[in-house]
């Protein structure tokens, strides 16, 4: 019978076929010929001692027992080309997974992308990158896939539904993206992956009779007697269908507005904001794994770090071992920054937001906005970013240990941000509790993370798109707005995901919850 063991490996012998099939041969007391096969179904590193293992969780198999491999395959889909129309707006990925989840129950999901597809999204990132030019439909966080498309593809959640999880993970799979994901504790596609896995589930959506349409922003919502009848686009084009997924993302704030103005009920939503930090992947490395030089058979080193600062948490958001930081500004007149990773992480530079949590408190010198007051403070510090580092795109940056002390940088090394930084004491960008937080936060992080308090770290502001400032109430049973009968608000944007991994499992969610009231 297969064996299941639970072990702890040197980052060598995990990483070594030969070398992981001797050491299983001693621990169970066997021959190394006698192993047919060995499954990993789980791994992750300890670092907490000098010296770093490798948890790995696998099946053994040996010579006589009964072992198949298993391809992951797509669901059986249906042609939905004549069923019935479910409108989903927004393609990235609880629009897609909604979309895909639909054809699965026999729906027709009519999909409308305000951006371009994925390839098309490219040109417009070379000139927010290079010429300072912003796209409104399609950059960063608009055009196929979302924000994650080209913003990393981290697939963690804190999602406690392992089944539903394990879902999303084995599509992607399917799709074409590796079979690690399945594995890793902290699973990542890469930024280069994953548009080619997003054409795929697009070209499957239209081949069972899907409609996916791209550049064509929503402008209104057509509602009669509290219930949804359609859309209208920018061009004045009308798609009716009473049931409408809105899976638009964090940074749709045309449609926020909209919203508030057909007096559909929303309401304002604490979010974090702060700053994309900047270290050499060497120095991380060096924190986290206590030694000069991690290795071949060890990754970039992540970090994760929460304090308690005046009574708000201030940690770590979106890390990117190897990674780059992003333009991400979704207007002209305001800069907004992120970070990527590519598949094999192996850029020089490691970056993270550092962000603080924020009350709906904070948000009353935006009062008369009503729900949108959140927005508003967001908007605000993305608009004075913009006005302090010279009206392009360049980010206001400073050195780690000056922002503490409230001091000028009087050069700013060339970082990972292509647009370039502008020298700007980051207290001009932020409130005042939120400088003050950040400065003495950072000082309680140099004491647990010793090195990381440095003034060779670059901060860039502001990472402000943690999440949506935005939460469109609905039914906790039926998922329905809880004023628009067959309005279904939907993954990050409407406040209920918060990565693409979450995000998916809400569009799923959704699509099953349309396809139980439509029985």
């Known amino acids: 019978m297969p064996r299941e063991l639970l072990l702890q490996v040197t980052p060598e012998t995990a990483a070594n ?6 050491y299983l041969s001693k621990q169970i007391k066997v021959s190394p010929n006698e192993i047919q096969h060995i499954s990993i179904l789980k791994r992750s590193i300890d ?22 491999e298993t391809k ?9 080309s004549n069923a019935q129309e479910v409108i989903v707006v927004g393609a990235g990925p609880a629009g897609l997974f909604a979309a895909l989840q639909l054809i699965e ?30 796209n409104e439909d399609s950059n960063y966080c608009f055009g196929e896939g979302g924000a994650g498309t080209y913003s990393d593809g981290k697939l963690y959640t804190r999602s406690k539904k392992r089944d539903d999880v394990t879902r999303i993970l084995e599509l992607l799979v399917a799709f074409g993206a590796s079979e690690d994901i399945l594995v890793e504790a902290h699973p990542h596609i890469g930024t280069n992956k994953l548009p080619k896995i997003i054409e795929d589930i697009r070209n499957k959506i239209r081949e069972f009779g899907g409609q996916v349409l791209f550049e064509t922003r929503v402008s209104d919502i057509l509602v009669k007697n509290n219930e949804v009848e359609g859309i209208v686009t920018r061009n004045g084009d009308k ?32 979010f974090a904001l702060g700053v994309r930090a900047e270290h050499a992947q060497e120095l991380i490395d060096s924190i986290q794994y206590s030694c000069d030089f991690r290795g071949e058979h060890l990754p970039p080193a992540p970090y994760s770090i929460v304090k308690q600062v005046n009574g708000r948490g201030m940690y770590s958001f979106c890390m990117c071992p190897g990674g780059v930081i992003a333009p991400c500004a979704t207007s002209p007149g305001e800069v907004v920054t992120n970070g990527w990773s590519p598949s094999k992480r192996d850029q020089s530079t490691a970056n993270s937001g550092i962000v603080v949590e924020l009350k709906l408190e904070d948000f009353k010198p935006f009062a008369k906005f009503g729900a949108l007051a959140g927005m508003e403070f967001q908007k605000s510090i993305e608009q004075k970013a913009w006005h302090l580092a010279g009206q392009t795109q360049k980010a206001p940056a400073q050195r780690m240990i000056d922002f503490t002390q409230s001091k000028v940088s009087t050069d700013i090394p060339k970082t990972s941000y ?13 409130p005042g509790f939120l400088t003050q937080i950040m400065r003495q936060g950072f000082q309680e992080f140099g004491k647990s993370m010793r090195g990381y308090l440095t003034n060779e770290a670059i901060l860039h502001a502001p990472e402000s798109r943690t999440s949506s400032p935005v939460r469109i109430p609905r039914d906790p049973i039926t998922l329905e707005h809880l004023q628009i009968k067959g309005l279904y608000p939907c993954g ?24 139980e009231a439509l029985r």
Request: aromatic share 4%; glycine share 8%.
């Open 239 to 270: 798609i009716h269908a009473n049931k409408l997924i809105l899976a638009t993302g964090h940074s749709a704030r045309d449609i926020f507005e909209l919203l508030d103005r057909k007096k559909i009920l929303i309401e304002a939503k604490p």
């Open 105 to 134: 129950l026999g729906l027709k999901p009519i999909v409308l992308e305000r951006g371009k597809d994925v390839r098309g999204r490219r040109r417009d990132l070379k000139a927010i990158n290079r010429e300072h030019i912003v």
């Open 492 to 515: 990050e944007g409407a406040g209920y995901a918060g990565g693409i991994i979450s995000a998916a499992i809400d569009g799923e969610k959704c699509a099953l919850m349309i396809a």
């Open 17 to 22: 076929e030969v070398l992981l099939k001797d």
């Open 72 to 80: 992951i395959e797509l669901p059986i889909y249906k042609d939905v």
């Open 418 to 430: 292509v647009p370039g930084t502008t020298s700007v004491e980051l207290g001009q960008v932020f």
């Open 47 to 68: 670092a907490r001692q000098k010296a770093i293992k490798i948890n790995l969780k696998v099946v053994i198999y040996l010579k006589g027992e009964s072992f198949q």
